[in-house]
């Protein structure tokens, strides 16, 4: 099934762990909604942009698969409305700063990117279908050295621009 052009529902539910553990991640029709709006609202238009596969590396997840992997039942991807995603040969930071000054997001998150190193990390994009609620929070998740607690701070401007450590 076809959830933009380029998207399929296939690639968004794709999780070797539920594979392996024989685990159903299918989605209900409503975060089926929500993953059909996150690509035509947020990831078609990178992949156009970028004229680039963007390569997902985890989309859907439900409640089950994500405790299982260590995430919060309460994870955007549990409803569909995120994905963790890569387009490789393009820098991290230059894909999530045109995400933030040209599109729609709930969160955008450039995890664990490092500077000089382009492909260091991955992508997390969140978008809700109601509009207004989209809150347009751009972060960057790093874990800390002293207590390797994954901390969220917030960017400021576009990646570029600063560091945060």
């Not at 995120?82 to 894909?95: H, K, L, Q, S, W």
Request: proline letters at 4%.
């Amino acid at each position: 099934m076809k959830l933009s052009k380029n998207f399929t529902l296939a690639e968004m539910t794709k999780s070797q762990t539920a594979s392996r553990m024989g685990l159903d991640n299918n989605p209900s029709e409503d975060e089926q909604e929500n993953l059909r709006l996150l690509c035509e609202r947020v990831l078609q238009p990178v992949r156009d942009h970028f004229n680039h596969t963007v390569t997902i590396s985890s989309g859907f997840r439900n409640i089950i698969l994500s405790q299982k992997i260590g995430s919060s039942a309460k994870s955007q991807h549990c409803a569909g409305e995120a994905a963790d995603f890569e387009i490789f040969g393009v820098p991290n930071n230059e894909v999530s700063d045109w995400i933030k000054e040209n599109l729609m997001f709930d969160q955008l998150i450039l995890e664990f990117w490092e500077p000089g190193q382009p492909n260091a990390g991955w992508i997390h994009v969140s978008y809700k279908k109601e509009i207004n609620s989209n809150r347009k929070e751009y972060l960057m998740a790093i874990k800390n050295p002293e207590s390797l607690q994954i901390e969220y701070k917030p960017i400021l401007g576009l990646s570029t621009d600063r560091y945060v450590k």
